[in-house]
């Protein structure tokens, strides 16, 4: 298991500045960047140890990320 984090910019290099003009531009954009940084901070100090959970609220965390990560592609891949 990797023990760095996902971040938005190495996902989506091709994007980088399409997202940071919706950010700027789509409130529900902004939120879903939030959220998604939010929770990849909390799955990232779960993995280090920084803060331990258990297996349940391990893979809640993960697929929160993954549902926010998709969401955010489907917008990022809109013209």
Known sequence: MSHTPHELAEDFPQ???K?????????????LIEAYHDVNRAVHRAE???EPVDD????????????????????????
């Open 19 to 31: 997202i940071h003009a919706l950010k700027a531009t789509d409130s529900h954009f902004a939120r």
């Open 56 to 79: 349940f609220t391990d893979q809640k965390l993960r697929k929160e990320r993954m549902s926010l990560k998709d969401q955010i592609a489907t917008i990022l891949a809109k013209d």
């Open 48 to 50: 280090t140890g920084v």
């Open 15 to 17: 994007s980088a500045e």
